[in-house]
């Protein structure tokens, strides 16, 4: 009779208890599903937005190889790389690309085949003190006008978090 | 027993009413943790959406795009250009962006590159700007012997908002009202003198427009804002290029249009600075001996063209285009690299 | 008879909410932390896969002044070319460089060649290799030539 009557006591709370914990687990894996959702969908907006960096970078100006060269792909001119690389440098000159380029760092690896060397040059540095950051790399050609030839190259774009 | 039971049933109840709050608890504090992850203010949205739109497109080239929203106002602003939606404001930054000063419905946007291109010559680029057209706001261009001051039609294409009229006909009121439906927001008239802007019949245009006027001649903008029934000049700015003609045209402002030039200019400056350090680093080359005379030449010149301060600047690289361009074809024909 | 009959009716239902919760925390263990990297990485793979097929054909083949996409050709059409009149080690040599460089250095497991010609190298069998399972990545580009169009193809393989 006693432990009955103890159970009966007890039936409320275990309902309420068991009632909670159903739907804590539940809201739990809503909000981590829907986490993890979020998660896959800025990757795929980051690699969209790789893309569209590369695409920016080629098309401008600054960097475009000459009108003159038939260019079926992507193209950077390697002295035009070179001189914006040094007014790049400059703080003030840098901030003008930070709109279109904005916290990222651009590098430049060109391959002289005939020499058998290897090039580097960093285009644009407006990382700072970014966390999260995320690579991705793509092939281009550079035009070299002293040898008139185009080199196989790579362009590392490191993007910070938004 | 009875004691027990009553004793019992209250506990229950107590128990209940606790775990009921706690669980009401956790489901607020979870909805609220969702809701501060949600969208930011609607103002604030727009306008830095909009102004983010629009600095990207400005970079491209040869590019169409609308945008729509209702009550934004462009400004210059401590020379930066400024979309404003509502309290909430936000900078455009670097691009080259001539827009109406305010933005009744929907946008209609291209972008355009300037270069100096003599015949024959492949072009050298120096940057690119928007240009954007409000289609509540009507553009009459006034062509006078056949040609009008700026193509608009040329870069937005036949549409209601851009009309292209006899510029006898601007002082006719009735002709002028005409092409002009009462519901417009604003309108611009783009004459190619002064005196079409001075007889302009403008008193019976739609009484809620805003009405301006923009004077392209001789490498000037004249700008015009209304006063009574008669337009008043309000200021004169450079437009050395068709493309600057244009973009005075369609901001019809001269705060904007002056926000947006320096932008054009401070580009076009970087631009050929570039183009100079990459000639003067060629003329170095020992495998291009043979152009280093002319690869001098041209990197003596935009350095000449560089050390112009702002105001000269647009006018020494536009005034040199000729020079520029048959550099570029003499250094092309000898097959040595080309400026740019 | 009753009591003892609703007492179990309790039981099964406590039992049966025991289950739901189990069966839930099975659920949120394996669907909340599965990862979707997968397809990600793998679209990032072909896009530069494909860039870089499409650069390599643009690139200058040295000591033949010409683009890798025209010695190959020769080489296919059998056309002497380049000072050391031999196209086809000279378009060897550039896939052996490019691929050292875009390739080997990230330990990619690769297979890249002018199908139907013995212009390639690979650093894995990843012609054999199960298109389901451990193909990652397999663009290719043509390359025109006076006898019909080749590829050059670039399999990646894990």
Redesign the interface.
């Known amino acids: 009779m006693r432990r009955r009557a103890q159970l009966q006591t007890l039936e409320p709370i275990i309902i309420v208890v068991i009632l909670a914990l159903i739907v804590g687990v539940v809201l739990l894996f809503v909000v981590r599903a829907g986490g993890a959702q979020d998660k896959a969908s800025a990757r795929a907006i980051d690699e969209r937005e790789a893309i569209a960096m590369l695409r920016k970078v080629t098309s401008l100006p600054e960097l475009s190889c000459p009108l003159s060269e038939t260019v079926r792909t992507f193209c950077i001119d390697g002295a035009k790389a070179q001189a914006f690389a040094r007014l790049a440098a400059d703080p003030q000159e840098r901030l003008a690309y930070y709109p279109l380029l904005g916290s990222s760092r651009i590098n430049l690896t060109w391959a002289d085949l005939s020499a058998g060397t290897t090039r580097s040059l960093l285009l644009y540095d407006g990382l700072g003190n970014a966390s999260d950051v995320s690579q991705s790399a793509t092939y281009f050609t550079v035009y070299d006008p002293v040898q008139d030839a185009r080199l196989f190259a790579t362009l590392t774009i490191e993007r910070g978090a938004r | 027993m009875q004691t027990?039971g009553q004793l019992?049933s209250s506990?229950?109840w107590i128990?209940?009413l606790i775990?009921?709050g706690?669980?009401l608890f956790?489901t607020v504090v979870?909805f609220r943790s969702c809701t501060q992850h949600g969208e930011a203010a609607a103002s604030g949205a727009v306008a830095g959406d909009l102004a983010s739109q629009l600095?990207?497109l400005a970079?491209?080239?040869e590019t169409y795009a609308n945008a729509s929203a209702e009550g934004v106002r462009f400004s210059c602003v401590g020379d930066v250009l400024t979309v404003s939606s509502g309290d909430a404001s936000s900078p455009i930054?670097?691009?080259s962006v001539f827009l109406p000063p305010e933005m009744h419905g929907t946008l209609r946007m291209a972008t355009r590159?300037l270069s100096l291109s003599a015949q024959g010559s492949?072009?050298i680029?120096?940057?690119s700007a928007l240009y954007g057209v409000d289609d509540g706001t009507y553009y009459l261009v006034l062509r006078d012997a056949g040609t009008d001051p700026v193509d608009l039609e040329g870069i937005f294409g036949l549409s209601a908002n851009i009309v292209s009229l006899d510029a006898a006909d601007v002082s006719d009121p009735a002709k002028l009202a005409a092409r002009v439906p009462q519901t417009a927001r604003a309108v611009v008239l783009v004459s190619p003198t002064t005196a079409y802007v001075a007889n302009a019949g403008i008193s019976r245009l739609p009484p809620g427009a805003a009405l301006r006027a923009v004077v392209i001649s001789s490498g000037q903008a004249q700008f015009y804002d209304t006063q009574g029934d008669t337009m008043r000049a309000i200021a004169r700015m450079p437009a050395e290029d068709p493309m600057l003609a244009l973009g005075a045209a369609v901001s019809s402002s001269p705060d904007a249009y002056a926000c947006a030039r320096s932008r054009l200019i401070?580009?076009a400056r970087?631009?050929t600075?570039?183009?100079e350090?990459?000639a003067a680093?060629?003329s170095r080359?020992p495998?291009?001996s043979q152009c280093a005379t002319a690869l001098n030449d041209t990197s003596a010149l935009l350095a000449q063209i560089d050390a112009k301060n702002g105001t000269d600047y647009l006018g020494a690289v536009l005034g040199a285009e000729r020079t520029l361009s048959s550099m570029q074809s003499s250094l092309?024909s000898r097959?040595c690299?080309?400026i740019? | 008879m009753r009591a003892h009959r609703r007492g179990q009716t309790e039981m099964i239902g406590l039992v049966f909410v025991v289950a739901l919760i189990a069966l839930g925390i099975v659920l949120y263990a394996r669907l909340g932390t599965r990862s979707g990297d997968g397809g990600a990485a793998q679209a990032e793979q072909a896009q530069g896969s494909a860039s870089l097929l499409v650069s390599l054909l643009e690139t200058t083949v040295p000591s033949c002044g010409s683009s890798f996409e025209r010695v190959a050709a020769a080489c296919v059409e059998g056309r002497p070319m380049c000072a050391s009149g031999d196209p086809c080690g000279e378009a060897q040599a550039v896939l052996e460089n490019v691929s050292a460089i875009a390739l080997d250095a990230r330990g990619a497991k690769y297979n890249l060649s002018v199908e139907g010609t013995g212009m390639g190298i690979a650093s894995a069998d990843c012609a054999s290799a199960d298109p389901r399972v451990d193909l990652v990545a397999a663009p290719r580009v043509p390359l025109l030539t006076a006898t019909g169009t080749r590829y050059l193809r670039l399999s990646l393989c894990s």
């Open positions: 027990r019992e506990f229950q128990f209940v775990a009921g706690a669980f956790l979870l600095e990207s970079w491209q080239q930054g670097e691009a590159q492949p072009e680029a120096l940057g401070d580009r970087r631009l600075r570039i183009y350090l990459r680093s060629l080359e495998s291009l092309r097959s690299p080309v740019a």
